[in-house]
């Protein structure tokens, strides 16, 4: 008997944001996962922790009716009975128009991220948001670093089509790791190899399971990345490689650029980066001479204060040496901007209020304790809704974060699929579906494929869907617009209207639409994204944010970072762990049991100078707080870098705290952004009775 397939999308990482073909056991059950073969991309081939989705679909733990605290918060289950949906919703609605009563409706902070990455079931609650005037939300956790930094350059959030890879001679993986978060690529990559000799370069902060593969692996200290792009444009105008024609045509000011880089030698890029001379060199003149060069940029080397600035010395290397031109040459970092959709009925857009005060999520932990500027000297937040994300664990300076989510006068409602650490903080806890259980549309920052996703299963028990949480509380709350009155697929079939693109119907089956511009926009042959229609060696950094002065125009290394002292000798990157998204597949036993536990990756010659071995607990420590981890001595880093990979639960730590309680919410240059990557600490032998 034929297996009953149900197509899909994966809502889990936005480069992939895979096609599906999930085993469908009967109108509730799950069986194995699989790539969907319908589309260049996807083809086929699906990470180990979606293929067995069928462990968190099916959890034991999942949560399954609404809840209401009853008992201290941050326990858990034990802290909560269960109540009717109606009754739930009655609460929220009332403590939500009692909070405006008493401060105005900017004391409500609806928060939310990317847990799915559905356009409908992720982005409906701003539609709450904007109509009844509470506080907007700044989504500064993720992309504002590198979309500023590939906009400086480049003009527009889009580049060039990943499928382009198999023809490439040349393939960069600068700051990312898809082994482990983007197998996908990794598909593509090796068939260039196989088929073509493609060499691959991996440029990271440490030896990633990428790196490993690699014809050359490029291992720099954290926070220096634009030093090494600035003397490989050093060796490409030294040496020949640089494209003057293609610069005279496309881009702004090459010769100032030129002299500018003069200096920037690779002795000098050596002495910041850590690397040897000779690797620049190497990786120069490699890159230098093959034209159809494809640099896959990453998120890892934006999340540091002068993140931004990174992306955008790393963009101006196609365009010096003119890879845009040639199939398989230029770069991609996310391709938003092909799919234009038009979201309004989603989003509200058509009832927003610029004056209406906007919230930086990344300073959650500042809003939620009260800082004056984090609250933009506005009312404190008395009430939240959460949905799609799990502060308590991935927001930076997490200290701030458990102490706010501890007040008594704080109310909260938490619309979740298990109880995570924000859950058993909330007042009211709501069931979640999954991606399985509701309909969606999905865009990708790394291919070129529109898709829409049918229910697969029934919802299990009496979880409900966010568009259901949200169209629910607007109409207790009076809140009227045209996307409350209207299904998942009504919203989407309108935003395609409203975007000029084929019916829904079209999309099913696992086709999608594919938005691929012609090969000449995708190479900006007929222009950047600037007015001009030329790329920006040139930032005009001012233009993309308040804090722009603070950075060099032309590319640089900015020493805007939080560098290592002689108090905080090490430099910390908390890099994505392989079984995990974030915190979503911490509960899943096969995530468990690949990851093991948290640990920190330190150079064995660093752990000698402090008379420690492999193995031995260490604690970590800065300004904002400090926790326990076990050593794992590893060669593949620089000396005075460590790595913690996660995110892992608080509970999984010594302490019960995460390894963000050392991030800082500093926000990046030019206009804010997460800085998970750029933390300067300490670190000794653990020795609980001292902290």
Known sequence: MPLDIAHSVCPHDCPSTCTLEVERLD???????????????????????????????????????????????GVGLASF????????????????????????????WPYFYAGTMGHVQRDGIDRLRHVMKYSRQFGSICVALSDAGWNAGVGIKRGVDSREIAKSDLVVVWGGNPVATQVNLMAHIQRARKQRGAKL???????????????????????????????????????????????????????????HVADKTPAWAAEITGLPEETIWEFARLYGATKRAFIRVGYGFSRSRNGAAQIHAVTCLPTVIG??????????????????????????????????????????????????????????????????????????????????????????????????????????????????????????????????????????????????????????????????????????????????????????????????????????????????????????????????????????QNWVIDRATEAKPFRLVTAPARSFLNSTFGETPGSRQREGAPRVLIHAEDLAAMAAEDGARLRLGNERGSVVVPAKAFDGIRRGVVVVEGIWPNHAFEEGVGINALTSAEPGLPAGGAVFHDTAIWIRPADLSAR
């Not at 050093?234 to 024609?245: I, N």
């Not at 610069?247 to 702004?252: E, L, Q, V």
């Not at 007040?407 to 409602?413: A, I, K, N, T």
Request: aromatic share 8%; proline share 6%; glycine share 10%.
């Open 81 to 108: 009975e269960p109540i009717g949906w109606d009754e739930a919703l009655d609460i929220v609605a009332t403590k939500f128009r009692e909070a405006a009563e008493r401060h105005g409706p900017e004391t409500v």
């Open 27 to 73: 109108a509730r059950t799950i069986g194995r996962v699989h790539g969907g073969r319908k589309d260049g991309y996807t083809a086929g081939v699906v990470c180990a922790k979606v293929a067995r989705y069928a462990e968190r679909q099916h959890h034991p733990e999942r949560l399954g009716q609404p809840l209401r605290r009853i008992g201290p918060k």
């Open 323 to 556: 890879a845009w031109q040639h199939e398989g040459g230029g770069a991609l970092y996310a391709g938003g901007a092909i799919y234009n959709l038009q979201k309004s009925v989603i989003q509200g857009l058509d009832a927003v209020d610029r004056s209406v005060r906007e919230l930086d999520m990344s300073r959650i932990g500042g809003v939620l304790t009260g800082d004056p500027d984090a609250l933009g000297h506005g009312p404190p937040v008395t009430a939240m809704l959460i949905q799609n994300t799990n502060p308590m664990v991935v927001a930076p300076d997490l200290m701030k974060v458990h102490q706010g989510f501890a007040r008594d006068d704080l109310f909260v409602c938490v619309h979740e699929q298990f109880m995570t650490e924000t859950a058993a903080m909330a007042d009211i806890v709501l069931p979640a579906t999954t991606f399985l259980e509701h309909d969606d549309i999905y865009t990708a920052s790394g291919h070129t494929i529109l898709q829409i996703a049918q229910k697969a299963v029934e919802p299990f028990a009496e979880a409900r869907e966010n568009h259901y949480v949200v169209t629910e509380l607007a109409r207790r709350l009076g809140a009227e617009h045209p996307g409350f009155a209207m299904t998942p697929w009504q919203l989407i079939e309108r935003t395609l209207t409203d975007t000029g693109l084929p019916p829904a119907e079209t999309f099913l089956e696992g086709r999608g639409h594919d938005c691929a511009l012609p090969f000449e926009t995708m190479h900006f042959l007929d222009g950047f994204g600037h007015k001009d229609g030329k790329f920006h060696f040139k930032a005009d950094w001012s233009a993309l944010g308040p804090a722009g002065a603070r950075l060099s125009a032309l590319p640089d």
């Open 201 to 259: 370069v991996v440029v990271d902060t440490y030896r990633t399971p990428t790196a490993d593969v690699a014809d050359l692996a490029v291992i720099l200290k954290p926070g220096t990345d634009a030093a090494l792009a600035c003397a490989m444009m050093h060796v490409a105008f030294k040496e020949g490689f640089a494209d003057r024609a293609y610069m005279a045509k496309y881009a702004d000011v090459p010769d100032e650029l030129e002299a």
